[in-house]
T-cell receptor, first 108, second 114 residues
Framework: AQRVTQPEKLLSVFKGAPVELKCNYS??????LFWYVQYSRQRLQLLLR??SRESIKGFTADLNKGETSFHLKKPFAQEEDSAMYYC??????????FGTGTLLAVQP | DTEVTQTPKHLVMGMTNKKSLKCEQH?????MYWYKQKAKKPPELMFV???????INESVPSRFSPECPNSSLLNLHLHALQPEDSALYLC?????????????FGPGTRLTVT
């Protein structure tokens, strides 16, 4: 069965510290993985898509098929990065399966 | 216009009421989606429309009835809902469904069933 796992409900770091939000997936096909972010009182929006290999707002994510992981990383966290982060797997039918989300809190 | 809009923002309805949620996009997208998001939970897919035709129904109860009158509009008709249906209802759109495209989300309608 297809599944996305985000083991941390809450991740609290200090400003300037490195951040890694973990995401593991279970899928027998070729995975299309995304990170979506939801800032306070804002709509859900795309942060990263693995196929584009872009760095957005300093965040990067590498697909590791051997470990079935797609962890989100940023070397130096900023207060404005505080938000809910969802890892998501998109199936060929365009169905998006979301992980349970990780709330990132960046302390000053 | 690169936004998905949803109306109303908030809706309170009784269990015997009939109401509708509306979603609109003018990005030329041909795929539109309804998601349900309970508090502190991730969004869960309800329906997918592709070229104005229903392509996915995730075993949603018939008290939820989607409609896609044209390529820009998506409605969700509600009837005889239960209190456990209270949630944030999100609409999304993407270019189409034949390839993997980014989904653009609306702000949601917060529904309370009393």
């Amino acid at each position: 069965a297809q599944r996305v796992t985000q083991p941390e409900k809450l991740l609290s770091v200090f400003k300037g510290a490195p951040v890694e939000l973990k995401c593991n997936y279970s899928y027998s096909g070729s995975p299309e993985l995304f990170w979506y972010v939801q800032y306070s009182r804002q709509r859900l929006q795309l942060l990263l898509r693995h196929i584009s290999r872009e760095s957005i707002k300093g965040f990067t994510a590498d697909l590791n098929k051997g470990e079935t992981s797609f962890h989100l990383k940023k070397p130096f966290a900023q207060e404005e990065d505080s938000a809910m982060y969802y890892c998501a797997l998109q199936l060929a039918t365009n169905k998006l399966i979301f992980g349970t989300g990780t709330l990132l809190a960046v302390q000053p | 216009d690169t936004e998905v809009t949803q109306t109303p923002k908030h809706l309170v309805m009784g269990m015997t009421n009939k109401k509708s949620l509306k979603c609109e996009q003018h990005m030329g997208h041909r795929a539109m989606y309804w998601y349900k998001q309970k508090a502190k939970k991730p969004p869960e897919l309800m329906f997918v429309y592709s070229y104005e035709k229903l392509s996915i129904n995730e075993s949603v109860p018939s008290r939820f009835s989607p409609e896609c009158p044209n390529s820009s509009l998506l409605n969700l008709h509600l009837h005889a809902l239960q209190p456990e249906d209270s949630a944030l209802y999100l609409c999304a759109s993407s270019q189409e469904t034949r390839q993997i495209y980014e989904q653009y989300f609306g702000p949601g309608t917060r529904l309370t069933v009393t």
